[in-house]
């Protein structure tokens, strides 16, 4: 469990944190062979608790954001707190390695959360259970990163 006071709020968290990390030879991105397009393979076993890497993008301030996004639409984007977002689009093009941004969403079938250092503004994924080799990463992207294109989630 993680506690971390930020602009006034008080946020409460639990993450399964062992300590492991994985390197992104672990996890391979490929097809998924439905409307996802790719997504995040395990290529081998990996444990409950350990972290698989950073959501990494240019990070933009609400105005920013609101600017490139001005339909709040954006497939790339992870949001940290009221005012700062992560947008990974940029990296979303080149799956000849793993990144986070390739993990894709499932509100029932969830493997993967998030733990959010609000203050560095980093978002840090770590395996929920254990995940099985070949087994594709999924996270509960969340209801808001749906709103207004509800019809196109895959639970």
């Not at 005012?83 to 689009?89: R, S, V």
């Not at 080149?94 to 969403?105: E, L, M, P, Q, V």
């Amino acid at each position: 469990m993680s506690v971390e006071f930020h602009e006034g709020q008080l946020h409460l968290q639990w993450v399964p944190t062992s300590g492991r990390t994985c390197g992104a030879e672990a996890i391979q991105v490929r097809p998924c062979g439905d409307e996802c397009g790719r997504g995040a393979f395990a290529l081998q076993r990996i444990k409950r608790g350990t972290c698989i890497g950073e959501y990494e993008g240019e990070l933009l301030d609400e105005e920013h954001f609101w600017a490139r996004y001005p339909s709040g639409t954006a497939d790339y984007c992870m949001r940290i707190d009221r005012t700062w977002t992560l947008d990974a689009l940029a990296r979303a093009g080149d799956d000849s390695t793993f990144s986070a941004c390739f993990i894709n969403h499932s509100r029932q079938r969830w493997n993967v959360r998030r733990r959010i250092y609000r203050r560095d503004r980093r978002i840090l994924l770590f395996t929920a259970r254990d995940i099985a080799e070949h087994e594709e990463l999924l996270l509960d992207y969340g209801s808001q990163f749906w709103h207004g294109r509800e019809h196109q989630e895959i639970l």
